[in-house]
């Protein structure tokens, strides 16, 4: 097979190598016991377990899953966030691990639906978290009250269809009906959200230069290429035994990897074939993406993070029901001194003058290939102990 091999990683981006050859045997599928909590609770009889095996499911940003609870109060789920599992350099007030927070919690809460509970969330019930630091007070407070007149919600069924897909999109628009269900799935919470789509090729275009622009920033900043890199788990030993990050299987990097040839012991220089190659990926990715979606609130506040991840994942939950695909492009949404420019220019074009509005979330979205699920470290990881 002649043809140079192309890796996808965290942010939709791709380790490059250039290879001739094919490795027979090798598989990239990930291992089972990384995958095993899609597998779902079966029939847990504990009923906070049972949800909680679900909410582990959520999206969360570079796949950290920095979510811990507390379980010593009957009825009661206390949230907090695992400090240990920040992102200081992309995400550098935690903005994007708060709305990972959200992700968590509605999944919970359409969970708790489905067994006719009612989840009682009560954001910051120790007070919030300043507006750029997180500390150890917990981010939520989660009662199970018995309710008779809770009803389950249809988004609930696809939590284990969904996925975050980093492939090429098919070249053809979103059908409408399927915007109109995306748009309905956020009703309720405080978010605009929008849409772009070949029927605005300037428009479209300039959302493609703007996640181009800021997804090479991205790359040649040596500190923030490296907040990647470090959560990079090759081959299938390091995927089952951190079952978080990004996962590279293929064997041809694991190959690469293995004679010492995958350095991850430094940020690669801006000509390196990897960031070149990834960067060229990523273009060619961008321009053949048909649709792109937005969420912005007003104000940024701590609990509007929250909710935004809550809408953003019930949007994605909408999108899987009608066999669309979601992939965030969080790169010109980051905090970070280089990226003020793609900030800039994304809050502009989308009609969100910062810092009155936030655009909490922007994705490509189009009918993609099915992937495999990303990694889940499993139920147990996340329960205090006493
Ligand atoms: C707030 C947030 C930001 C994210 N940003 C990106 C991103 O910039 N690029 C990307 O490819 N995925 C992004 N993701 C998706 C995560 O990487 C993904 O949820 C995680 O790897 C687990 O995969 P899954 O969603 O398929 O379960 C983001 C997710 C969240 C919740």
Redesign the pocket.
């Known amino acids: 097979m002649d043809r140079r091999h192309f890796l ?1 990683i ?4 791709a380790i490059a190598a250039a290879t001739s050859t094919t490795l027979a045997g090798c598989s990239s599928a990930l291992p089972p016991e990384a995958i095993a909590a899609w597998q779902g609770p079966g029939n847990e009889p504990d009923v906070r377990r049972w949800i909680l095996a679900h909410a582990i ?9 920095s979510w811990l609870v507390d379980l010593s109060v009957p009825d009661e789920i206390t949230l907090f966030i695992d400090r240990s599992r920040l992102l200081p350099e992309t ?1 550098p007030f935690s ?3 708060m ?2 927070q ?2 968590f919690l509605e999944l919970l809460d359409l969970t708790a639906k489905q067994k006719g509970l009612h989840a009682e969330i009560a954001l910051f019930p120790q007070g919030v978290f300043a507006p750029t630091t997180v500390d150890a007070r917990p981010t939520a407070r989660i009662r199970l009250v018995p309710d008779a007149s809770v009803k389950p919600d249809a988004l609930w069924t696809h939590i284990f269809l ?5 492939e090429a999109y098919e070249a053809r628009d979103p059908a409408a009906d399927a915007l109109q269900a995306i748009t309905a799935s956020t009703a309720g919470w405080a978010v605009r959200t929008g849409f772009v789509g070949s029927s605005q090729p300037d428009l479209l275009q300039q959302h493609r230069r703007i996640a181009m622009e800021a997804w090479r920033i991205e790359l040649v900043t040596p500190r923030t290429v490296m907040e990647s890199i470090k959560v990079l788990r090759v081959g299938p030993t390091e995927i089952a035994r951190h079952r978080d ?2 996962s590279l299987n293929d064997p041809m990097v694991r190959a690469l990897a293995a004679v010492g040839l995958f350095d991850r012991s430094k940020a690669p220089t801006p000509d390196d074939t990897s960031t070149t190659t990834q960067i060229k990926d990523f273009n060619a990715n961008m321009a053949a993406t048909p649709a792109f979606f937005w969420m912005v609130t007003e104000g940024n506040d701590r609990a509007t993070q929250i909710n935004a ?1 809550r809408a ?2 019930r949007a ?1 939950l909408a999108a899987t029901a009608t066999g669309l695909s979601m ?5 010109a ?1 980051q905090e970070y001194r280089e990226q003020a420019g793609p900030y800039g220019e994304i809050h502009q074009l989308l009609g969100a003058p910062a810092p009155r509005f936030t655009v ?2 922007w ?1 490509r979205l189009g009918y993609a290939p099915v ?1 495999q ?4 470290r499993g139920l147990e990881a996340h329960i205090l102990k006493a």
Do not use: C, E, F, K
């Open positions: 996808r965290a942010g939709g981006g499911l959520a999206p969360h940003s570079h796949n950290l899953q995400d903005r994007q691990m709305m990972s959200g992700t969904r996925r975050t897909n980093r990050g990004i991840g953003y994942v994605q992939q965030p492009l969080s790169q949404l909490q979330m994705t992937i699920p990303a990694p889940r």
